[in-house]
């Protein structure tokens, strides 16, 4: 079989998109806006780790620069400027804790 992944081990490449998706599902799902800000630029990052293991180094350190720094940058900018009125009942787990 060949490796997609010419630089990676099939498992490491595996692992981290495994681990992008719980990390993107955790920043859908989390009520807290900055934690998702977190998640979304984590999510980022290791797009573009992924990208430097398909051998994109110039893809890689874009998505890092703009993905990950520049675009949580400016959302957690706008966050800072805006007011945060949750109710306590707005503040219940996400899906997969009420199951």
Known sequence: MIN???SA???VADF????MIGVAIFAVEWRDLLGAVVGMAAV???ASILFYFLQAPDVAMTEAAIGAALSGAVFIFALKRTV?????EEEKPGWW???
Do not use: K, M
């Open 97 to 99: 804790l009420r199951w």
């Open 4 to 6: 997609p992944y010419p």
């Open 9 to 11: 081990s099939g498992w």
């Open 44 to 46: 980022s990052l290791f």
């Open 16 to 19: 981290i998109i495994a681990v």
């Open 84 to 88: 945060r009125y949750e109710t306590e």
